[in-house]
Every structure is written in C-alpha cells, then in structure tokens.
C-alpha cells in the first residue's frame, strides 16, 4: 500500500521507473554490494503507524524521554552552546517565503536573496572580513573547506593544528583532508599545547611548519576556553613559510576580542549557531567562511555566494548568485568541493540575530558572558579539592581539575543530574593528560543564582 507521504511509492509509479531503468528488480540497482555486506535477516521494524494522531502521540512519548535544557540547568557546552534566541528570529524564520520555498533555486527567491546578502554583508562586519560564503553543515565542515581551500592556494599539501581542538571537529578536517591513498590527500600534523598556559606550545608548532605547510589552523577561543594569545606570532609563523593562517572563532566573542584579520588571519571559520540558532542534535548548526574581498581567495570557496548585480532595466539592481559554476551546485564533482547542507534557512536567523543585536549589543553581550563565567570559575575554584586549570585568559568556557576530589566527573555529573542540573562535558576520554577534568560553560543566560545552585550542587557531589 502506498503511504500519502512518500512520493513515488505507488505500484504503478515503481514499475515506470524500473522499465526506464532497464531493470526487473530494484534488487539490480544494489548489486556492487558485496554480499557479505548485506544483512541476512530482515530488520524486525514496528508496523507502520497510519494515523497521524497515533504517530503524533507516539514521537511525544518518545520526545519525552529527554530531560532537555528547559528544564534542567545547564553548564554543558563544547561546541553546541545555551545562548538566549529572541523571539523575533523565530517568528521571521518561520515566515512562509522563507521556510517553504526550495532552497538553492532562482524560483525560490522570495526576499531570500536579499537575507543571505544581509547575513553575509553583517557576519562580514562581524568577522572583520569583506568576502562571506553561505553557511556550510558545521564548524567542522568549514574548517576542512577552509584546509582545502589554502591546499589548493599553495599548492601544498600539510595543515598543523593545535592538540587543543575538540576531537570531533579533528576528526572531520581529517576526513575533508582525505586519506593518504586517496585524491589529494592532505596531512594533518597536530602541534602540542603548552600544558601551563593551555594555549599552543611555539616552539613545537615552529618545528612542525614548514615547506609543506600549506595552512596553520589556530582557534581562539580554543576547545577548551583559551583566549590564543600568542595568534599573531602564529599567523606571522605561517606568513613566513608561506602558509595560509586560518582562524576558528565563535562569533558571539568578538564584541571583546579582536577579529582575526588584525593579528593576521587569511581565512576566518566558525559557527553561526550562537547567532540566534536553538540547541539542537542530529541537524547541521551552520559553519561560516570569510576571506579578504580578492579574487585568489573568492575563487576557492566552494560555497554559494549572493552579492548584487546590474539588471536589463538601467540604473537597477538585484541581488543575485554569484561564482556559481565553481561550486558543486553548478558543476556537480568539477566543483572546488562537494557543498551542500541544510541550513540555509539559519541564515535568516542568524541576519535577524546579528540585525538585532549591532555593534554594541555584541559588546554587551560579549562582556556580560566574560563576567558570568569569570565569576563561576572563581566560585567553583574555591570548593574543596576543585581547581580551574588556566584561570585567566579564558572565554564563556573553562577546565575544572577534579582531581583533588579523588570523584570521577561522570560520578559527579551523575549527581549533578540528580538535582537537574547538566554538568560540564568529562574531558577524560578525549585529553587524558588532563585527569578527572571537565569543561564548564557559561553564557549571557546564567544568573548569580544559577552560579550559587551550581556551587551548592557540587558541593554535595565531591564530598557525598
């Protein structure tokens, strides 16, 4: 039976298409597979549910699993953080000529043209860059389109990154640079940090850059919180053997830091996802690229990009894709890399956001954040037994050593949840030399009583 909600599920639509295809069963189109590859018993699925009110009901139950942020207090961040999103960056998303048309095609231009050129022309601003790509799928994602674009720029093949980046964005720049046996494949090179300062070790990242280098990646602040203080002798680094420096930001930083252009940044990456996007699992969060306006950079990006151009009618202008045919959207695999994502409607979002906020809402905003967790890292830094690594120099997230406490972080996140409370993420897995240490977030959301709940709730966990 076909279902109402999946297209070209009838019989008759199945049959037309084999005999178009050539084949008598869809089994055909599945035979480079090898067989030991292909289960040898069917999945024991549920029956199919038709009703939609049986469904609906059932995705809530499910839903409701879930202990989200809405109910419990949150100091949980590492790369997908709790900022507030004000209400007008829904309600505009929301909006039909927005959230309805099919995204990537001309027909589909309903004042959306207009909105990317704003998000691009104020991230640019933002990031004190000229030239701004339409979002990709993550930071990960824009960090090895960046990697790529400096590979192809120098013609070299190697990218040295600090030890400090979170593990998962390593591991897509890794899979971006490709394997050794594949097609231009490119080296990743990890450089030590400086275990005192948490900031990247000079002196190993200068042994490690050399004629191969085609880029250094720097983040600041790093995975762990550390305001890179030392990013303009890196990127003078990379200048001086002909490197591309590129640089990871969080954008909701830059109201109190430097853009990354001043201490000499070629390539800028990082999230939109501060900028007005919910927390979210299992969807893209948004990745952004910025360069110089010039040409050697622009024709590298493998991204969409709107800007404006003339019409017929003279003296008329309009908004309009350009340097399309380099993208795989116009040249499918002849595209600088494969691009293609699904959130471009955060786009929007993040033009409203950042229309929202301006210049001095960035700077407010900026320096409420760098208080809150000030004040939360000198707090939970007095409990008995706990410290913060690297306890200045650091933004909206910090390293707490729960070594003094002879507890676990999973044993005191335990007890944190069970007073609604999501602790910091346990570093252990990913950087060991750390110890029993755990990275805790705090943004412009976090009260004064938020903080106390926090230090009062761990209070009881190291010493229960």
């Not at 045919?325 to 695999?333: F, I, L, M, N, V």
Request: glycine share 10%; charged share 20%.
């Amino acid at each position: 039976m076909a279902h109402p909600y999946m297209p070209n599920s009838t019989p008759d639509a199945k049959t037309a298409m084999m005999r178009a295809t050539g084949i008598s069963d869809v089994d055909e189109l599945f035979e480079q597979i090898p067989a030991d590859h292909l289960t040898a018993e069917p999945i024991a699925l549920e029956a199919g549910i038709k009703a939609e009110s049986t469904v609906r009901r059932h995705v809530r139950k499910l839903l409701d699993r879930n202990d989200s942020c809405a109910e419990n207090l949150n100091f949980l961040g590492a790369g997908c953080w709790q900022h507030y999103v004000p209400a007008v960056c829904d309600e505009i998303a929301s909006r039909s000529e927005f959230l309805t048309p099919v995204w990537g095609t001309p027909s589909s231009d309903h004042g959306r043209n207009q909105a990317w050129f704003e998000y691009a022309s104020q991230l640019g601003e933002l990031v004190g860059m000229e030239f701004v790509g339409l979002p990709v799928y993550s930071w990960g994602a824009a960090a090895g389109h960046a990697v790529r674009m400096a590979a192809r720029l120098t013609g070299r093949h190697e990218v040295v990154v600090p030890s400090t980046l979170d593990p998962e964005r390593l591991a897509v720049i890794r899979t971006y640079c490709g394997p050794s046996e594949g097609n231009d494949p490119i080296t990743v090179v990890v450089a030590r940090h400086d275990p005192a300062t948490g900031r990247v070790d000079l002196a190993d990242l200068e042994a490690k850059v050399g004629a191969a280098t085609a880029a250094v990646y720097l983040e600041t602040p790093n995975h762990l919180g550390v305001i890179e203080a030392d990013a303009a002798a890196v990127a003078e680094l990379a200048r001086r053997h002909g490197a591309e420096t590129i640089v990871g930001v969080d954008p909701i930083s830059l109201g109190v830091l430097k853009p990354p252009p001043e201490y000499g940044a070629d390539i800028v990456v990082g999230t939109t996802q501060p900028l007005g996007v919910h927390l979210n699992a299992g969807g893209g969060v948004g990745g952004f690229i910025a360069t110089r306006d010039d040409e050697r950079y622009a024709r590298e990006y493998p991204t969409l990009q709107v800007s404006l151009a003339d019409t017929i009618v003279p003296g008329e202008r309009a908004f309009g894709m350009t340097l399309f045919h380099q993208s795989s959207y116009g040249s499918r695999e002849d595209g600088n890399d494969w691009t293609g994502n699904s959130v471009y409607l955060w786009t929007v979002v993040n033009a409203v956001y950042m229309a929202l906020m301006g210049p001095q809402g960035f700077v407010d905003i900026g320096e409420t954040i760098a208080a809150n967790s000030a004040y939360a890292a000198r707090r939970v830094g007095e409990i008995e037994g706990l410290s913060v690594l690297w306890p200045s120099g650091f933004f909206k997230e910090f390293v707490v050593d729960f070594g003094g406490t002879g507890r676990t972080v999973a044993a005191v996140n335990e007890a944190l949840r069970g007073r609604g409370i999501f602790g910091g993420k346990d570093l252990s897995a990913d950087f060991p030399e750390l110890g029993q240490a755990a990275l805790y977030c705090v943004t412009e959301i976090h009260t004064a009583d938020d903080i106390t709940a926090l230090v009062s709730a761990l209070n009881e966990a190291v010493t229960a």
